[in-house]
T-cell receptor, first 114, second 115 residues
Framework: AQSVTQLGSHVSVSEGALVLLRCNYS??????LFWYVQYPNQGLQLLLK??????LVKGINGFEAEFKKSETSFHLTKPSAHMSDAAEYFC????????????FGGGTRVLVKP | EAGVAQSPRYKIIEKRQSVAFWCNPI?????LYWYQQILGQGPKLLIQ????????DSQLPKDRFSAERLKGVDSTLKIQPAKLEDSAVYLC?????????????FGEGSWLTVV
């Protein structure tokens, strides 16, 4: 069964500093990988996804993530944090072998300090 | 393009009462999902429909939860009777049929508090 692990339930960064959110997954086949963001009292919004091809994926709001098959990782980064990046971030894996089920990690809440 | 619509947005009920949530997916999306998100946790899949057929309901507590997707469009999720631990956000999502790389789009959620 596929699973997703996000290291750190809370991350605090200073405005302008690097944001790094870690995600590791387990899957029996090469997966499709996603990062979603959730702002307070809102649903989930797609930041970026990896399907095939280039392993470095760029998303909205300056975020990017790199798929590393050897490390089974899909870490999310942003070079310079902005106050508006304060939200909860979820990594998810979609396994075609499991009926295209989307499985989420536990989430990482990002706090941005001025 | 209209997104995934859900209602009601907020609901407070007493334990042992019943509640129903409604979802209208993005037009043309064959796959519809219901997720439960408990505060501080990631969303958990309750049930997945492909058109009007159930693909996965392995984590749906069938003694109290039920869901249907008549005519392969709108869907309703019902809880009867509700327990305190059912307090959560219920997220509906939809995606086009086909490849696993397709994006799954989420609604804003229905927030349930059971007291």
């Amino acid at each position: 069964a596929q699973s997703v692990t996000q290291l750190g339930s809370h991350v605090s960064v200073s405005e302008g500093a690097l944001v790094l959110l870690r995600c590791n997954y387990s899957s029996s086949v090469p997966p499709y990988l996603f990062w979603y963001v959730q702002y307070p009292n809102q649903g989930l919004q797609l930041l970026l996804k990896y399907t095939t091809g280039a392993t470095l994926v760029k998303g909205i709001n300056g975020f990017e993530a790199e798929f590393k098959k050897s490390e089974t990782s899909f870490h999310l980064t942003k070079p310079s944090a902005h106050m508006s990046d304060a939200a909860e971030y979820f990594c998810a894996v979609r396994d075609v072998a499991a009926g295209n089920k989307l499985t989420f990690g536990g989430g990482t809440r990002v706090l941005v300090k001025p | 393009e209209a997104g995934v619509a859900q209602s009601p947005r907020y609901k407070i009920i007493e334990k042992r009462q019943s509640v129903a949530f409604w979802c209208n997916p993005i037009s043309g999306h064959a796959t519809l999902y219901w997720y439960q998100q408990i505060l501080g946790q990631g969303p958990k899949l309750l049930i997945q429909f492909q058109n009007n057929g159930v693909v996965d309901d392995s984590q749906l507590p069938k003694d109290r939860f039920s869901a249907e997707r008549l005519k392969g469009v709108d869907s309703t999720l019902k809880i009867q009777p509700a327990k305190l631990e059912d307090s959560a956000v219920y997220l509906c999502a939809s995606s086009p049929q086909g490849l696993g790389g397709n994006t799954i789009y989420f609604g804003e959620g229905s927030w349930l508090t059971v007291v």
